[in-house]
């Protein structure tokens, strides 16, 4: 065993390419255990079926108790000869004891009659007996019976319906040497992966009970959980069928979380290429901005030479400005010397008059004494030219005509002086104006360019903003996670390594197997009244291919009646070449309910009946349980000590 | 045009220029026009007197200050609203009166003030004039100018000689309207009411007040205008 699971695990190393170390802690974490053989079939015997209790809301109240013991190999018949009247509720409870839970087949009032169940069966050689106390919740015990007739031991007991479940499970599931089946589920939600759904003993027992429903060849669990085929697997008792499972399983919740890893990456990839034609858009916008803004560089030197100019203009406005001032105190004293000059002109030209005035008016008196001036002194003046007053000399002096020229010159010379300065003075005004209006229009243009000078802010912002924007882009555009998968690819190939080379190990034994298998089936069938069928095929999911009459079909499309034979003629296929090869999982155990209800005709279950007959004489290890309306059929092959009949309307409890 | 040009040395050499001739004449204008007819049986050559050297010291200070005297003419237009004050004012100016006929005056006590001395005595020794007066005791309580007959021709004749001396005799006329019947004491008040304002500047020579009044002018002129439009309109 060791050797065969080296030989798995160096297998699955090859296929992966990978250390063995990495193959087992793999296995490890996805709990994937080599399964290379599986122990000896166990043989599962009914051999006591006790329950009791009280009846009410019946025709028949009261107590009642139904006790079915001395049990043993072979065929076995609940008969009624009308229904309702016990036989598939014996079923049901010798299911519910098995299974610790009852079927939902089992109605309701039957249900709350029973207060005790007992059902002792046989583990290959070892009996064992489980007992419930049904009255409202389940309490009870399993016990295994000493050969020797001694104290029986408890294995469980258990005070629950969940714990009466647990126990019967736990104790099965060991006792045949089954594994759980995992199985996938998908999620119905695209953000989560689905899960593992582990299924047991419920789901395994199903394969000992044949109900009304025939729509799966094997077990009662509906098609949709796509168990048939495990549980045909897990049946047929094939080595590595467990570890398959466990595998694919493993596989595809990892592919699962991968494909949601791909779909949100996808979704990222979507969201980051929006981003980025966002971004590309943004920028396009800025640069086509920025290709509008005029150059930094024009406008600072045609800056730079306006203020050249500016400080040149203002230089010279300082300049002729203090030549105004020069002009301007040039035109005051000149003109000041004007207004003095022509002052004095008239000041002389009064005094000449008012002189000429007085020349010819003679002193009459003194001024000092009011004295007349007598004649003597007057003659006395005329002769000596001095003052009849003072004695002065009184000649006239001639220079006023050269002063009123010079004074006249001064006047003349201060006029043009003046006109000079004035024009001076009005040639620096005009200059000092024109240099100060093109002070004024170097200064417009100077905050004309200026305001332009906004602009280079505007160019500025719009030159930050597109390397921000190319950063974005850049952080953008680049793949944050180019190893991710890295570590999934190596889980994903070793998944795919451990699936490959236990489905090699699997199919090696399978496809024979299943061909031993569907060639009995045919037999089986054959026997149990479908002559016509000529062929079967049995896959590993479980399908069933026929041929009938000739005609290709399969086990949907045939009718209820042969369902059903086809059902039974399965399990005794299987049970049969396992039981040849040593490998089965079927405790052989099977309990078929009412066949006659449905859609199967007497002649059916007579064919039935009597190949079942004869089978359970050949297979030393079958027991099987058939309830059903009392018929010549079933009569014909079940001996009487072998079967539990109420007639005359009556009930089998 | 009228910015007071003249320095503080100006100002001196034009008071201390001797003009005997000139000023004596203005004077005799002065009397001429301010007198009043008067008839003294004793000295039948007398035909008018001018009372008061105050008097003739107010009379002479706007003979002298073209400017002073076109401030009371504005006085008198916006007193009146007769426009022949406002254009004698005009006419003042016009004829840079201000600059070329200003003689400084000294302003002396409460009122201008210059030695009329020379001026009377070349009047006197002509007999144009004859000085009187009232005194008490050994006091001249008032001193009174007499205009002989002699002096009121010499008026004439020397207009008709030298008519440059026509703005002398005009200008006294001019003077003497403006003062009317008011006594030396009531002008001098007046006159050194205006000075005042402008005296700070020029400690003891009575200043120019030329810009100001012009200034005054332009502002009566344009307003006289804007009337003479509305009543148009």
């Keep these: 065993m060791a050797r065969l699971n080296k ?160 126990v019967m499970a736990d104790f099965f599931m060991r006792a045949l040497a089954m594994e759980a089946i995992t199985n996938w589920r998908d999620s119905n939600d695209d953000d989560s992966v689905g899960k593992t759904i582990a299924h047991g003993w419920v789901a395994f027992s199903g394969a000992m009970f044949i109900g009304t429903n025939y729509d799966v060849l094997l077990g009662d669990m509906p098609v949709e959980t796509g168990l048939s085929g495990r549980l045909m697997q897990m049946y047929l008792g094939l080595p590595w069928v467990s570890t398959l499972a466990a595998a694919k399983s493993a596989q595809k919740a990892v592919q699962n979380a991968a494909d949601l890893k791909s779909r949100r990456r996808t979704q990222g990839q979507k969201a980051k290429q929006s981003r980025v034609d966002a971004i590309s858009a943004d920028l396009a916008t800025k640069r086509g901005d920025l290709s509008r803004v005029p150059s930094d560089k024009a406008v600072r030197d045609t800056l730079a030479a306006l203020n050249s100019e500016y400080a040149e203009a203002k230089r010279q406005e300082r300049t002729m400005d203090e030549r105004l001032e020069r002009e301007i105190a040039a035109f005051h004293q000149v003109d000041s010397a004007y207004q003095e000059a022509r002052r004095d002109l008239q000041t002389h030209l009064d005094s000449m008059a008012a002189g000429a005035v007085f020349r010819i008016l003679d002193p ?82 100077i905050d004309e360019n200026t305001a332009k000078l906004g602009s280079f802010e505007r160019l500025q912002e719009l030159l930050m903003a597109i390397a921000v924007l190319e950063g974005r882009l850049q952080e953008a555009s680049s793949d944050p996670e180019p190893n991710d998968t890295d570590g999934n690819d190596d889980e994903v190939m070793i998944l795919n390594a451990i699936v490959s080379a236990t489905d090699d190990r699997v199919k090696i034994q399978r496809e024979g197997l299943l061909k031993d298998v569907s060639d009995r089936l045919v037999q089986y069938a054959q026997r149990f009244g479908m002559h016509n069928l000529s062929e079967a095929s049995l896959k590993g999911n479980a399908n069933l291919s026929l041929v009938k009459g000739g005609v290709a079909t399969s086990y949907s499309k045939v009718t209820e009646g042969e369902k059903l034979r086809l059902k039974v003629a399965t399990i005794l296929a299987m049970i049969e070449v396992a039981e040849q090869r040593g490998i089965g999982r079927h405790p052989g155990l099977l309990m078929i309910d009412s066949p006659a209800s449905q859609e199967v005709s007497p002649d059916d279950l007579d064919q039935l009946v009597s190949g079942l007959q004869l089978i359970s004489q050949e297979l030393p290890h079958f027991q099987v349980f058939v309830a059903g309306l009392t018929s010549a059929a079933i009569t014909e092959h079940v001996p009487a000590e072998n079967r539990r009949e109420a007639s005359n309307s009556g009930f089998l409890w | 045009m009228f910015k007071n040009l003249c320095s503080q040395e100006q100002e001196e050499a034009l008071i201390t220029k001797r003009t005997p001739h000139r000023d004596a004449l203005r004077i005799l204008f002065v009397f001429n026009a301010g007198g009043t007819p008067c008839a003294v049986p004793a000295e039948p050559e007398i035909v008018s007197i001018f009372k008061g050297e105050t008097r003739l010291w107010a009379f002479d200070f706007w003979m002298r200050n073209p400017d002073y005297l076109a401030a009371e003419l504005l006085d008198m237009f916006e007193q009146n609203g007769d426009n022949v004050y406002l254009q004698a004012a005009e006419s003042i100016f016009e004829n840079d009166e201000p600059d070329l006929r200003r003689v400084p005056m000294i302003r002396y006590l409460f009122g201008a003030y210059d030695r009329m001395d020379d001026s009377l005595s070349l009047l006197r020794s002509r007999d144009l004039i004859r000085i009187t007066g009232l005194k008490s005791n050994t006091k001249v309580r008032e001193t009174d100018f007499l205009l002989t007959a002699k002096g009121k021709e010499v008026c004439t004749s020397a207009v008709t000689q030298e ?71």
């Design chain 1, 7 to 166: 030989e798995w695990i160096q297998s699955i190393a090859d296929r992966a390419k990978t250390g063995v170390s990495r193959i087992e802690s793999v296995l490890a974490s996805r709990h994937i255990v080599p399964t290379p053989v599986l122990a000896s079939p166990r043989r599962l015997m009914l051999v006591e079926i006790v329950f009791s209790g009280i009846k009410d809301g019946v025709s028949d109240e009261g107590p009642f108790e139904f006790r079915w013991e001395g049990l043993g190999h072979g065929l076995w018949a609940m008969l009624t000869d009308q229904n309702l009247r016990g036989k598939s509720s014996i079923m049901e409870i010798v299911r519910w004891l098995i299974r610790g839970r009852p079927s939902s087949n089992l109605q309701d009032d039957v249900r709350r009659w029973i207060q005790d169940a007992r059902l002792r069966f046989r583990l290959d050689d070892v009996e064992h007996e489980v007992c419930a106390q049904t009255t409202g919740s389940v309490s009870g015990s399993l016990k295994r019976l000493a050969s020797s007739g001694g104290e029986p031991s408890t294995l469980a007991i258990f005070s629950s319906d969940s714990e009466f479940e647990e």
């Design chain 1, 364 to 445: 009459t008196c003194c001024p000092r004494c009011d004295h007349s001036i007598g004649e003597a002194k007057k003659k006395q003046e005329k002769l000596t030219q001095c003052c009849s007053v003072c004695g002065e000399s009184i000649s006239t002096s001639e220079d006023a005509d050269l002063m009123k020229d010079e004074l006249e010159g001064r006047v003349k010379a201060a006029k043009a002086a003046l006109d000079k300065v004035t024009v001076n003075q009005q040639d620096a005004l005009l200059k000092l104006a024109s240099i100060q209006k093109s002070v004024a229009e170097l200064q417009d243009k």
């Design chain 2, 163 to 233: 008519p440059i001396l026509k703005w002398y005799a005009d200008r006294a006329e001019l003077v003497a309207r403006v003062a009317g019947d008011r006594g030396g004491t009531a002008l001098k008040h007046q006159q050194y009411e205006r000075a005042t304002y402008a005296e700070t500047k020029y400690g003891g020579v009575i200043p120019p007040i030329t810009s100001d009044v012009h200034q005054r002018l332009k502002q009566l002129v344009e307003t006289a205008s804007e009337d003479t439009n509305g009543q148009i309109e």
